[in-house]
Nanobody, 123 residues
Framework: QVQLVESGGGSVQAGGSLRLSCAAS????????MGWFRQAPGKEREGVAT???????NYADSVKGRFTISRDNAKNSLWLQMNSLKPEDTAMYYC?????????????????WGQGTQVTVSS
């Protein structure tokens, strides 16, 4: 079992920045691929960025060049630095972990989820 707790969400104006954090705990949590996903009201959950244990990353086209995912295996921590935020980035953001070595942005590969943190970007 892996437990995930997100923090760092909030409300910002377009063009602003936020840094999301995810603290992981549980059995072998540092051996899991991890990712950030988001879900806006009325929309399906979508992958934002993923990272393997050895640091290989993948990003959704909509966030490339603006968001950066990173992790510290020693600290069991995951981050998402979000710059140049747009109103369409408004969503609940979730941290997720997978026992597979994967960079895929598919939520079905991630069985462990945090409770989410809200990000709201105003125009």
């Amino acid at each position: 079992q892996v437990q995930l707790v997100e923090s760092g969400g909030g409300s910002v104006q377009a063009g602003g920045s936020l840094r999301l954090s995810c603290a992981a705990s549980g059995d072998n949590s540092r051996q899991f691929s991890m990712g950030w996903f988001r879900q806006a009201p009325g929309k399906e959950r979508e992958g934002v960025a993923t990272i393997t244990t050895d640091g290989s990353t993948n990003y959704a086209d909509s966030v490339k060049g603006r968001f950066t995912i990173s992790r510290d295996n020693a600290k069991n921590s995951l981050w998402l630095q979000m710059n140049s935020l747009k109103p369409e980035d408004t969503a609940m953001y979730y941290c997720a972990a997978s026992g597979f070595r994967t960079r895929l942005l598919s939520a079905t590969l991630y069985p462990y989820w945090g409770q989410g943190t809200q990000v709201t970007v105003s125009s």
